[in-house]
């Protein structure tokens, strides 16, 4: 099993622009989900899904959107980036509620 | 909405001796799980130790134990006999029923050999 993969692992974009962060995991996971930790910060949720077809937002969801086609893929698209979303992006899944969180590499983004 | 504190935002522990890092929480739910997770410098977040709302016991796992105060919404992380390796950021969480989790910002743990 890979886990939960993320990629690109880092990216540099321009103010105004959009990219996609992809996630996905092969362990048959129902809940997935998407954070971002600022530098000595914890993690805020951004949005997440408990199922295929079903998201929800979270703590911090302003200029970011997600799907969830499929149970193994949860993209998450900045729409127009601005550096305010300059993070490390991390994707998670877990079996259901209340389990384990299984978390991905991260991704680190750059807004210039 | 739900918060998670972690007043402590540096610790310190010598080789073999037990350190213990604070977390308190605010929430309405009776229900709900918390978590510790470590963060070492390759910043991939891994499972300390997980436990439910509704049981009473404190949850053990290997060095490492919570004191699970659920009246005082606490839930504090001992670890024994701390190792080099136990060095991480160490992050307090909460999760609903619903699938959302809360994460605390975190403590630095520092081992000194």
């Known amino acids: ?112 | 909405a739900q918060t998670v504190t972690q007043s402590q935002p540096e610790m310190s522990v010598q080789e073999a001796e037990t350190v213990t890092l604070s977390c308190t929480y605010d929430t309405s739910e009776s229900d709900y799980y918390l978590f510790w997770y470590k963060q070492p410098p390759s910043r991939q977040m891994i499972l300390v130790i997980r436990q439910e709302a509704y049981k009473q016991q404190n949850a053990t796992e290997n060095r490492f134990s919570v004191n699970f105060q659920k009246a005082a919404k606490s839930f504090s992380l001992k670890i024994s006999d701390s190792q080099l390796g136990d060095a991480a950021m160490y992050f307090c969480a909460y999760h609903t029923n619903a699938g959302k989790s809360t994460f605390g910002d975190g403590t630095t743990l520092t081992v000194k050999p």
């Open chain 1, 1 to 112: 099993n890979a886990g939960v993969t993320q990629t690109p692992k880092f990216q540099v974009l321009k103010t105004g622009q959009s990219m996609t962060l992809q996630c996905a995991q092969d362990m048959n996971h129902e809940y997935m989900s998407w954070y971002r930790q600022d530098p000595g910060m914890g993690l805020r949720l951004i949005h997440y899904s408990v199922g295929a077809g079903i998201t929800d937002q979270g703590e911090v969801p302003n200029g970011y959107n997600v799907s969830r086609s499929t149970t193994e893929d949860f993209p998450l698209r900045l729409l127009s980036a601005a550096p305010s979303q300059t993070s490390v992006y991390f994707c998670a899944s877990s079996y259901g509620r209340g389990e384990t969180q299984y978390f991905g590499p991260g991704t680190r983004l750059l807004v210039l």
